[in-house]
């Protein structure tokens, strides 16, 4: 069974997980369209899109890309709350250890954390979450053992 699927299985009051593996042919249509979605998001926005999330980030009235920083944002900054799209992909995470990780985040609806590298996610991570309803965490390190609850 694949690993990314067996998040669903997760009591972290999320509406919908969407996950995509990198076998496409497993995936339905809806979430590989959802997932281009995620991943096009703030980058087909135009040239309307601000400095914001300490100067780290780049922002549209609902959407955030802090995405490609290579380790060097090891934060989730503050948004106001209209945004509700993060794309925090790329940053070389290895793990989020605190749950505390999202705690400037929890109004958002869709989080992007592709190409992070990461291998552990707390278990109380999500848990603050009171809207969020696609999560994208294809392309890490994900073990289906590491990420039980405890």
């Given at each position: 069974?694949?690993?990314?699927?067996?998040?669903?299985?997760?009591?972290?009051?999320?509406?919908?997980?969407?996950?995509?593996?990198?076998?496409?042919?497993?995936?339905s249509a809806r979430s590989r369209e959802q997932l281009d979605q995620g991943w096009t998001g703030v980058r087909s926005v135009g040239?309307?899109?601000?400095?914001?999330?300490?100067?780290?980030?780049?922002?549209?009235?609902?959407?955030?890309?802090?995405?490609?920083?290579?380790?060097?944002?090891?934060?989730?900054?503050?948004?106001?709350?209209?945004?509700?799209?993060?794309?925090?992909?790329?940053?070389?995470?290895?793990?989020?250890?605190?749950?505390?990780?999202?705690?400037?985040?929890?109004?958002?609806?869709?989080?992007?954390?592709?190409?992070?590298?990461?291998?552990?996610?707390?278990?109380?991570?999500?848990?603050?979450?009171?809207?969020?309803?696609?999560?994208?965490?294809?392309?890490?390190?994900?073990?289906?053992?590491?990420?039980?609850?405890?």
């Amino acid at each position: 069974m694949n690993v990314l699927w067996m998040l669903k299985f997760l009591a972290l009051n999320i509406l919908q997980l969407v996950c995509v593996s990198e076998n496409f042919s497993s995936t339905s249509a809806r979430s590989r369209e959802q997932l281009d979605q995620g991943w096009t998001g703030v980058r087909s926005v135009g040239n309307n899109l601000t400095s914001c999330g300490d100067g780290r980030c780049r922002c549209n009235a609902t959407h955030a890309d802090c995405s490609n920083h290579q380790g060097n944002l090891t934060y989730i900054p503050t948004f106001p709350h209209t945004i509700y799209y993060l794309n925090f992909s790329r940053n070389n995470l290895s793990d989020i250890k605190n749950d505390d990780f999202f705690k400037n985040v929890t109004h958002i609806r869709q989080l992007d954390l592709v190409y992070n590298g990461l291998k552990y996610i707390s278990s109380g991570a999500f848990r603050n979450f009171s809207r969020l309803t696609d999560l994208y965490l294809s392309f890490n390190r994900l073990s289906y053992y590491i990420i039980t609850r405890s």
